[in-house]
């Protein structure tokens, strides 16, 4: 059974950056899609970022430039970096992970097996 564990969600100040981990274990992590979603108070989850297994990248339209995804298969982590945050990437980020997720599906949360139990980031003055 492969289980999720997002860290580094907090408060941060408009225009800075924050660091969110998803840890993994359980599984064969480096065959793994890695996905970031995102759910703001009162809307639903969305799609932010996704690592494929070759590494290849994919980003929501408002993230691209700000966020950059990236794995460490050593360490069974997947790495969202996130700059220049503004109030509207408030939200609870969950990763989720999955193995033979076609590229067609990789910004969809139905075809995500596997999901973490969510982190805090809050962007406030």
């Given at each position: 059974?492969?289980?999720?564990?997002?860290?580094?969600?907090?408060?941060?100040?408009?225009?800075?950056?924050?660091?969110?981990?998803?840890?993994?274990?359980?599984?064969?992590?480096?065959?793994m899609?890695?996905?970031?979603?995102?759910?703001?108070?009162?809307?639903?989850?969305?799609?932010?970022?996704?690592?494929?297994?070759?590494?290849?990248?994919?980003?929501?339209?408002?993230?691209?430039?700000?966020?950059?995804?990236?794995?460490?298969?050593?360490?069974?982590?997947?790495?969202?970096?996130?700059?220049?945050?503004t109030?509207?990437?408030?939200?609870?980020?969950?990763?989720?992970?999955?193995?033979g997720?076609?590229?067609?599906?990789?910004?969809?949360?139905?075809?995500?097996?596997?999901?973490?139990?969510?982190?805090?980031?809050?962007?406030?003055?």
């Open positions: 059974q492969v289980q999720l564990v997002e860290s580094g969600g907090g408060l941060v100040q408009p225009g800075g950056s924050l660091r969110l981990s998803c840890a993994a274990s359980g599984g064969t992590f480096r065959q899609t890695i996905g970031w979603f995102r759910q703001a108070p009162g809307k639903e989850r969305v799609f932010v970022s996704a690592i494929r297994s070759n590494r290849a990248t994919y980003y929501a339209d408002s993230v691209k430039g700000r966020f950059t995804i990236s794995r460490d298969n050593a360490k069974n982590t997947v790495y969202l970096q996130m700059n220049s945050l109030p509207d990437d408030t939200a609870v980020y969950y990763c989720a992970g999955d193995t997720l076609i590229l067609s599906s990789i910004s969809y949360q139905q075809y995500y097996d596997y999901w973490g139990q969510g982190t805090q980031v809050t962007v406030s003055s």
